[in-house]
Structures are given as C-alpha cells and as structure tokens.
C-alpha cells in the first residue's frame, strides 16, 4: 500500500492542513441498496480550519448487493399488506420477508395463491 511522503505531509502543514494518515485494511461503504468495499486502501484523516474529512484513495474496489432483512421491511408496506389481506402485522412482516419486499407477492402468499416465493 502506497504511503504519504513526508515531504507532501510538511506542505500540507505549512498551508494549514493537519493530516494524519490511517492504516486501514478496508473500508466500506453503506448505502440502503448495496455495500461499497475498498480493499488495501490509503485513508488519511485531514483537518483545515477545524473541518475534517477522510480521504479515501487506491484500493480494489467491489460492490455487494444488500438482503432485505426484517429491519428493513418498510413499515408503510406492512400496512398496506395488513389492509388487503386482513391478516396480523406479524403475519404480514414475515410474508414480505419471505416475498425479498415485493408487496404483490406477499399478498399473493398471505391468500394462499402461492406456496413457494
């Protein structure tokens, strides 16, 4: 992994810029779709007139899909299943657990129109 040299570190001082540089192994990236994972990156942490940002450089990059889980059923969804089926908030949380959040097919799971999602 490359590092800073000490010579653009003492430039970066004399202009009013602390930097500090973080040895990280990877970095991730969470968005509400996917993962962002940099591997073996160079990260340093810079402070100018009391701000501080991480710059986030190199590296391999890949991105993962995300799974929905329980957490993340939106709760808005739950109702409007629970309001056409008439079936408990449980019962319909899990349905769209097992239906990936498609709203139609957990309907379609709840009124037994379907046995495998």
């Known amino acids: ?40 990156p160079l990260v340093a942490k810079t402070s100018v007139m009391g701000n501080e940002a991480i710059v986030i450089t190199g590296g391999n990059t890949k991105e993962e899909q995300k799974q929905q889980s329980q957490n993340e059923v939106k709760e808005e969804d739950v109702r409007f299943v629970m309001e056409q089926t008439g079936k408990s908030e ?17 309907i379609m799971i709840l009124q037994g129109e379907t046995s495998n999602p």
């Open 1 to 40: 992994m490359p590092k800073i040299k000490p010579s653009d570190l003492k430039k970066m001082e004399r202009m009013g810029i602390k930097t500090e540089q973080i040895n990280a192994i990877r970095v991730i990236i969470e968005t509400p779709d996917k993962n962002i994972i940099i591997e073996n």
């Open 90 to 106: 449980k019962e319909a949380r899990e349905a769209l657990i097992k239906a990936n959040g498609d709203i139609a097919k957990a």
